[in-house]
C-alpha cells in the first residue's frame, strides 16, 4: 500500500487512516525510523502488556506534604 503524504515545516507526518487500520496501529506508538538508500523506513513497535496501562490508574496517596516541613511527618521512632 503506498499513499503520497505532506511533511511539515517542523517536518512532522501524518499516518493516513487506512494505513493505521492496515497495522492495527489504534493509540499513539513508539517507532524506529531508519533512512535506506534514498527510502525512510517507519516501523511501529509493539507495547508490552505493562506499558499499556500507563496512565489507567488513579494514584492511591493524594495527601500532599509542605516541603519545608517534611521531616515534620517522618516517623523516626522505628
Known sequence: METT???TPKFQLHIPAAIRQALSLTRPVRATIAVEGKRII??????????SLAGT?????TKKYPVDRIRDFIP???
Open 5 to 7: 503524504i505532506a511533511i
Open 42 to 51: 517507519i516501523t511501529p513497535h509493539k507495547t508490552s502488556a505493562v506499558l
Open 57 to 61: 490508574f488513579k494514584a492511591t496517596r
Open 76 to 78: 523516626y521512632e522505628r
